[in-house]
């Protein structure tokens, strides 16, 4: 493969000062790069205060798991977790060793898939299954029992969270560590694997050009440590550099990609074009991997991709489906249609759709993992929590803001600074818990100097029905705090608590005060009825149309996904130009126009379909002259 020097010079100093120049010796073998962790030679002499012992342990590990690997064909992250030491493998260079892996074709599993695979050749126990069955229905009698018992408890809806939250076991120490590193590992191995799309690599480009252009907030686009005070400013200046390299990179991607479609080219050569274009994506999603962009941006990238997959799938589907009876000329909008989206992202529908299951494989496993560790500290939710009641927000409420605190926790926690999670986590929880209370426990929010007065006025009323025998008047109150009489009956009436719409009324308590409030936000019956007869008319409306006319009418109205495309994205996907795909659109609203297709429509524009359900007078009103008004302002956009 070959490669412009200035395309890769950046990224090459980048890796050089991503793994260190002491530890790790990084080799560049043809398009490459490689990483072996080594250990110092015997002819020079460490300093005294560095211990070698953990790099070489490091480094007859790492050569173990890709043996390992390489004769099982995947690993599982509790081996990787027992054979890499935390004070060797920092995150950095977990980041190079995934990508060794994938060179090798070394797949992450959980413990779990290991295990299936390892066990799938091997019958079943039936004595063991039996005892499992046996114990599952022993549970089930249980809980029938307990429900029929205690049904009077079972409304109490704290005690059913509370006794589902105690069959949750608690964690030990290193069931947490060991939680933290299979997020850290799934995480990163998640990154990596939608990173290393071409596509998601030109979107995470354009995020950064916006945060280097100030579009983008820094803070809330990359991903930094409060302790690492230089961070931002050493990012700041690598961002521009890096993405310089990873646009020439899809630049010889995008042209390999061209070469790969000509009928010329034979099957070496693709696989050798392929080749190029995978290592090519890994240098890319080593720079990205250096400027830190979170994870909540990466996630939006993944599900993009995964509408395009199903969008292939589903063009694919009915290409092959003979019951459609598509015409030749829907057929090739179809087929540029299906070749515009692969020439979007790179790859063919079968590589994508293998993609994307491996991708949502293992965002499953990083979210798991995430679950669980939050799951083992929801009694450190509870403890906190009971310390904020009587504060203006409910029981259940402060606990599920809290459980908000303790997610972002799971996000945040760092395992290698050495405090335990429940330490960390508690931070988190009582600022979710605390922001919460300020924001939602009154409608408005009431400043501090003025709760201040609000008690004071409360404590003179309690002293003045103590004194009276009687509720005190306004002119009382206000003589006793000294305060002006329009001043203490505003306090006063700031005082007062909202009623919860919740709240139970009369004394069966099955009606509650909302019932009995009119929802102005509720939809409408008829208008939704209305609406859905809209979509189904202007269905068959459109049925009438060509593909490429009834597809170019969607995707430019927002009739699909309710998102307009532009001339030019219209065309990028049919491979047409502006101008044809405005001709195609115009010659499409010329026929809607049509009376025969604008009379199923112009009755909800003058009311005479709800006249005939009943609901109101039909008008007189034009109802085609309007159809082509509005179709002639539609058109005359452009």
């Known amino acids: 493969m070959s490669v412009p020097g200035e395309a890769y010079a950046g990224g090459r100093r980048n890796i050089h000062r991503l793994f ?34 953990p790099l070489a342990k490091a480094g007859s590990n790492i050569q173990l798991l890709i043996s390992k690997g390489k004769s099982q064909g995947y690993l599982t992250y509790e081996e990787l977790n027992e054979l890499l030491p935390d004070e060797a493998i920092a995150p ?41 069955e046996a114990e599952e229905e022993i549970e089930n009698i249980k809980e029938d029992e307990t429900v029929e018992v205690g049904s009077k408890r079972i409304d109490d809806p704290v005690r059913m969270y509370l006794t589902q939250m105690g069959e949750i076991p608690l964690l030990t120490r290193d069931e947490e560590i060991r939680l933290a590193k299979k997020i850290e590992l799934t995480r990163m191995a998640f990154r990596r694997k939608v990173l290393e799309s071409d596509y998601c690599i030109n979107s995470a480009v354009d995020i950064l050009a916006q945060v280097a252009s100030g579009e983008l907030p820094f803070d809330r686009t990359m991903r930094i440590s409060t302790a690492e005070v230089d961070a931002k400013g050493t990012i700041s200046k690598r961002i521009p550099e890096n993405i310089n390299t ?29 080749r190029r274009m995978r290592n090519r994506r890994r240098k890319a999603v080593t720079l990205l991997e250096e400027l830190s962009l979170r994870t909540s941006k990466v996630i939006p990238l993944m599900r993009k991709l995964q509408n395009i997959s199903t969008k292939l799938s589903n063009l694919r589907n009915q290409l092959s489906d003979k019951s459609l009876r598509l015409t030749e000329d829907d057929r090739q909008a179809m087929l540029e249609e299906l070749q515009g989206l692969m020439d979007l992202v790179l790859e063919d529908a079968d590589a ?17 993992a995430k679950r669980k560790l939050s799951g083992g500290n929801l009694r450190l939710v509870v403890s906190i929590a009971k310390k904020y009641r009587n504060r203006g927000l409910s029981f259940l409420d402060i606990i599920q803001e809290g459980n908000t605190g303790l997610m972002r926790a799971v996000d945040k926690y760092e395992y ?19 922001r919460a209370i300020a924001d939602h426990a009154r409608t408005i ?37 000294k305060m002006p ?9 700031i005082a007062r608590h909202p009623i919860s719409l919740d709240r139970p009324v009369g004394e069966s308590e099955d009606s509650y005060f909302g019932d009995f409030l009119e929802d102005e936000a509720a939809e409408n019956p008829v208008e939704t009825a209305t609406q859905e007869m809209l979509r189904d008319r202007i269905d068959q409306v459109l049925k009438t149309l060509t593909y490429r006319e009834r597809e170019i009418i969607k995707l430019r109205y927002g009739l699909g996904d309710g998102y307009t495309y ?54 007189n009103g034009g109802g085609e002259d309007a159809v082509e008004a509005v179709a002639t302002d539609e058109t005359s956009d452009e």
């Open 92 to 132: 950095d260079r977990l980041d190079a060793l995934m990508q060794q892996f994938d060179e090798f074709g070394i797949e992450l599993l959980d413990e779990a898939e290991g295990n299936k695979q390892v066990a799938s050749a091997a019958p079943d126990d039936p004595d063991e299954k039996m005892m499992i």
């Open 485 to 493: 009489i329009g001043e203490c009956r505003r306090v006063l009436k």
């Open 566 to 619: 532009t001339l030019e994205e219209v065309g990028r996907i049919f491979k047409v130009t502006r101008e044809r795909v405005r001709q195609v659109e115009a010659k499409a609203i010329r026929k809607l126009q049509h009376p025969v297709r604008s009379r199923k429509l112009e009755g909800f524009l003058d009311g005479s379909v709800l006249a005939t359900l009943g609901l109101i007078a039909p008008s």
């Open 20 to 53: 260190g120049s002491r530890n790790p010796r990084v080799r560049r073998t043809g398009a490459c790069l490689e990483v072996f962790v080594t250990t110092t030679p015997a002819q020079v002499q460490p300093p005294a205060t560095v211990n070698t012992v």
């Open 352 to 368: 994508l759709i293998r993609r994307c299951q491996a991708i949502q494989l293992v965002f499953n496993e990083y979210e798991d």
């Open 416 to 434: 290698r600074r050495g405090y335990k999670f429940s330490t960390y986590a508690t931070w988190w929880i009582r600022q979710a818990i605390t």
């Open 445 to 481: 929010r009431i400043p501090v100097h003025m709760i201040e007065t609000m008690s004071k006025l409360r404590n003179i009323s309690k002293k003045l029905l103590q004194d009276l025998g009687r509720e005190p008047t306004i002119e009382e109150i206000s003589k006793e705090a």
């Open 246 to 274: 990873v646009r020439k990179i899809l630049e010889q991607n995008r042209l390999d990609w061209e070469n790969l479609q000509k009928p010329t080219c034979s099957d070496a050569q693709r696989e050798e074009i392929m």
